[in-house]
């Protein structure tokens, strides 16, 4: 019976965060193929081959934003490659129901290769990239060569890259990856993220040389239902 309700848990988790997948029709989905939209609406004159999304702080949504914005860009047909970067909580494995005995750290550390460590999923041209062990050194990790060999390696099988990164104000890995990529998506929480906290956030990835395409505000109340937002940077 225990099992039984642990199954039930985890496919309820797993409904919750993939929304696009379990209820496409739904209004949330609706809002994320929007939010694809923008995106690709934002980079008319240049493709966008990477992208990161992250938050302010935790628990904000940032990484059930991104699961499903791999799967929206996925439905359209682009072989899309889903990382988790977020190297000090990572939470690919238990959206998607991976292992993470190997992943994004053991590719970048030489010991297997992208292939191998990729895990293909329930969504077609969807991708995934779980962490791997946890680094004791996630920053220099990420800000290393190996990060740009691994780049080369992706897209030369990906048409998009989609990372998820730990929140900005709590560790400099978000900074230091947002200069890699071509497009930055800062997620914030209705009612729960501080203006201040967002603004400094914005400060910080425009400092470290990131391009801010724009901000999605989720958890906002509106007929009973979660709606995601999306405003583009200025």
């Known amino acids: 019976m225990a099992h039984n309700k642990n199954a039930k ?18 209004p949330i989905s609706e809002q994320y ?17 990477t ?3 992250t938050s302010s702080g935790p628990g904000e949504g ?5 699961s499903n914005l791999a799967v929206v860009f996925a439905q359209m047909g682009k072989r899309v490659l889903l990382v988790d970067a977020d190297l000090r909580k990572p939470t690919a494995q238990y959206t998607f129901n991976l292992t993470n005995n190997f992943g994004f750290t053991s590719v ?16 077609e041209n969807l991708y ?18 190996a990060m740009d060999l691994f780049l080369e390696y992706a897209f030369e099988g990906f048409d998009l890259v989609l990372f998820d990164t730990p929140p900005v104000l709590a560790v400099t890995d978000a900074q230091i990856l947002a200069n890699r990529c071509d497009g930055t998506i800062l997620v914030v929480s209705s009612g729960k993220t501080e203006i201040d906290q967002a603004q400094k956030s914005k400060e910080l990835l425009l ?3 990131g391009k801010l395409m724009g901000v999605v505000l989720n958890n906002k109340p ?11 940077a200025k």
């Open 108 to 123: 970048l550390t030489k010991q297997i290769s992208l292939v191998q460590a990729v895990s293909e999923t329930d969504q």
């Open 51 to 53: 992208l990161m999304v």
């Open 222 to 232: 509106m007929k009973e239902s979660n709606y995601y937002y999306y405003y583009g």
């Open 9 to 26: 848990k985890k496919l309820g988790n797993q409904r919750r965060k993939l929304i696009t997948i379990m209820d496409p029709k739904s």
């Open 33 to 49: 193929r929007t939010i694809r939209t923008n995106i690709q609406f934002s980079s008319v004159d240049t493709e966008i081959k």
């Open 62 to 66: 940032k990484s059930t934003t991104v």
């Open 207 to 209: 400092a470290a040389n």
């Open 128 to 145: 995934v990239l779980p962490s791997g062990p946890i680094p004791p050194n996630p920053a220099e990790l990420l800000g290393s060569k």
